[in-house]
């Protein structure tokens, strides 16, 4: 989906051929120059548990620092880096570092959360991912439990017996592995009954209005039911809300992620909520999200 985006972007706004040219090579040439002057950062942005809102893990996220249009969102770039290609330096740079930020904050004796990290469905696929991983892990002496892959259903579009290979054996070295966004794009109920994951993490597009919609709250409910019985760990992402945290504690989901704890922070702010270990629930004002 995310490819069809990019190429539905220069269709629409760009008038010719060599204009989309021009600017996909701009692009390109300017998110090589962004690894190697270190541009991009990761972010991380807390999961925490429905009761005792400790912290449970984090979501790693890419931010790029661009010297001339300052902050641009991943929205923006991932879809572009997709389609050139270079989504799987960009998605290695940020495998590296996030194994780098685990194995230091091992050294310092910090509390040990996993992370998890999204991975472009063309990376995956890819011949050396598995080895990748496997060497990332052994440089920084992490624990595979620590890391977790995030892979959208794009990724079973045009090769599925790889990604299910892939899964098992990532499995097996110990990473656990999550679906992302459940319930939109391709997503299917079929894709639940061929594919042994560890985690579900149900879109935010069913937790929007959760309090006032019924058909979102039927499905929302249904679908951490599902997860459950499944054995899978639910995550669910968006909640931004008191109301919708509120619905979240009802329905007995098991992770939270959402503004309404936190943003995603840059690692040394991680590193101090990690210290800290528990977050607390922000007022609407507070999580910067308009009050209705
Ligand atoms: P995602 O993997 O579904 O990540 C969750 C997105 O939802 C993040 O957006 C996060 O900031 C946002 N979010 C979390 N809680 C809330 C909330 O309460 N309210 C609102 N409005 N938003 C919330 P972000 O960081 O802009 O990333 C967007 C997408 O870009 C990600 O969606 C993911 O698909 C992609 N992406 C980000 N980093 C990477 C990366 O390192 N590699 C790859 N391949 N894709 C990435
Ligand atoms: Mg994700
Ligand atoms: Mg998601
Ligand atoms: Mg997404």
Redesign the pocket.
């Known amino acids: 989906r995310?490819k069809e985006l990019g190429k539905n972007y220069f269709e629409i706004f760009t008038p010719s051929i060599s204009v989309k040219t021009y600017q996909q090579f701009t692009l390109e040439r300017d998110m090589h120059k962004a690894i190697k002057e270190e541009q991009f950062e990761?972010?991380f942005?807390p999961k925490v548990h429905r009761d005792t809102y400790e912290i449970v893990g984090a979501?790693?996220?890419?931010?790029w620092n661009h010297p001339v249009w300052g902050m641009v969102?991943?929205?923006e770039f991932?879809p572009l880096?997709?389609e050139s290609g270079i989504?799987n330096e960009?998605?290695d740079?940020?495998m590296e570092k996030v194994l780098k930020q685990l194995g230091s904050w091992k050294r310092q004796g910090m509390p040990l959360v996993p992370i998890s990290?999204?991975?472009?469905p063309q990376?995956f696929l890819r011949k050396n991912y598995f080895n990748m991983v496997k060497q990332t892990i052994i440089n920084y002496e992490v624990n595979p439990n620590l890391l977790e892959l995030?892979i959208?259903e794009s990724s079973f579009l045009h090769n599925s017996e790889v990604v299910l290979k892939m899964v098992q054996e990532l499995r097996k070295l110990g990473v656990k592995v999550a679906l992302?966004?459940f319930g939109t794009g391709y997503s299917s109920m079929t894709r639940l009954t061929e594919l042994e994951i560890d985690i579900l993490?149900v879109?935010?597009s069913f937790?929007?209005d959760v309090e006032s919609n019924r058909k979102k709250a039927v499905i929302l409910e249904s679908l951490i039911i599902i997860a459950k019985e499944l054995k899978m760990e639910v995550v669910v992402?968006?909640?931004?809300t008191e109301a919708q945290l509120k619905f979240m504690q009802e329905k007995k989901c098991d992770i939270i992620?959402?503004?309404?704890f936190s943003?995603?922070v840059p690692a040394w702010q991680f590193t101090e909520m990690l210290e800290t270990r528990k977050l607390s629930p922000k007022t609407q004002t507070e999580?910067g999200?308009e009050v209705d």
């Not at 992402?237 to 931004?240: A, D, F």
């Not at 992620?257 to 309404?260: L, P």
């Open positions: 995310a990761v972010y942005q979501e790693a996220l890419i931010r969102s991943p929205g991932i880096a997709e989504i960009i998605g740079y940020v990290i999204n991975v472009a990376r995030e959208t992302d966004d993490k879109d935010r937790v929007k992402e968006g909640v931004e992620q959402g503004y309404i943003k995603p999580n999200t």
